[in-house]
């Protein structure tokens, strides 16, 4: 269910600049003053009998703001993120959010007909909002507009999934947004997620360095290991993804690694394989 929007004389200007957000906006959001762009409170969710995934999540996403949702694989963060984008329903809690939502999820879906430019046309036509074929130009995008989306790569198909989600004006919730792009384009990505008046919630394996940005981290759990890695490069991809990782960030040339309680030999015996040095290990 929810919850009604709240009233307007209350609101913050969503076209209105960052700047004008960035001072204090914590304790006039606390005190009421801006109301937060999307707001989840309380919110659980269990699939049919399964396990909770999530419980009692409460998190208010103010304008301008941008929001890294963070924890270990199956935490919970694209869940999280459908939830918060109205794509599934919660168990329990409410969630009150925009009429303006772009969403970018973790995986294209497959067997797009549609060519690039006719896919950004037609979500376009449903939300009601322009077809930004700008932005897919602004990511570098290298292809045929007018072939099927389905004969793309991964990168170009990235940039025109990401596209229709940064037309929305309201509520950015992009999973796992660097997912494919080349550097270029990354850093173009980087700038649109730290600007402008939309609320962000995003996630990413990576751990890009983004000003200004808040992390808030789902069901984080104080045992396992913690390992330092230099010389990572590019193995960082292959590490991220390696059985026990909890969560793996860019730290300068290196990485910081959590992982499971149990997964640590093999995770160091796997990240010495692939040329990086240790610079730490501890509980
Ligand atoms: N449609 C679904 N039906 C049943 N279980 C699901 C469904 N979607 C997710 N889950 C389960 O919910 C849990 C959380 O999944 P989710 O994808 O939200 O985690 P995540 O933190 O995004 O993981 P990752 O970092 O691996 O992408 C997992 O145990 C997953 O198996």
Redesign the pocket.
């Known amino acids: 269910m929810s919850l009604p929007h709240p009233p307007a004389r209350r609101s913050f200007a969503l076209n209105s600049t960052r700047v004008l957000y960035s001072a204090s906006t914590r304790s006039y959001l606390d005190r009421g003053i801006i109301t937060p762009v999307v707001r989840l409170d309380r919110v659980g969710?269990r699939?049919?009998r399964?396990?909770w995934?999530l419980r009692d999540v409460t998190l208010a996403v103010e304008p301008g703001e941008t929001v890294v949702v963070t924890?270990?694989?199956?935490?919970?963060?694209?869940?999280?993120?459908?939830i918060a984008a109205g794509l599934?329903r919660p168990t329990s809690g409410r969630v009150a959010r925009p009429a303006s939502v772009g969403y970018l999820p973790?995986r294209f879906p497959p067997g797009v007909k549609l060519s690039a430019r006719d896919y950004l046309r037609h979500l376009a036509a449903v939300r009601g909002v322009p077809a930004r074929w700008d932005l897919v130009e602004a990511l570098g995008f290298v292809g045929d507009p007018d072939a099927p989306m389905a004969t793309l790569s991964k990168g170009n198909t990235q940039k025109v999934a990401l596209a229709q989600a940064l037309a929305a004006t309201g509520l950015l919730v992009l999973?796992?947004p660097w997912s494919g792009l080349d550097a270029a384009a990354g850093a173009v990505l980087a700038e649109f997620v730290t600007g402008g008046a939309a609320a962000r919630l995003i996630?990413d394996?990576h751990g890009h360095d983004l000003p200004g940005a808040r992390e808030f981290a789902?069901?984080a759990r104080r045992t396992g290991v913690v390992v330092e890695l230099d010389r990572v490069g590019e193995s960082f991809e292959k590490i991220s993804v390696l059985a026990g990782v909890r969560e793996a960030r860019v730290v300068g040339r290196g990485a910081r690694v959590e992982v499971e309680p149990g997964f640590s030999d093999q995770v160091l015996v796997e990240a010495l394989r692939l040329g990086c040095s240790v610079r730490s290990v501890r509980s």
């Open positions: 969710k699939y049919g399964g396990p995934v924890g270990g694989n199956g935490s919970g963060k694209s869940t999280l993120l459908r599934s973790e999973d796992e996630t394996h789902l069901g």
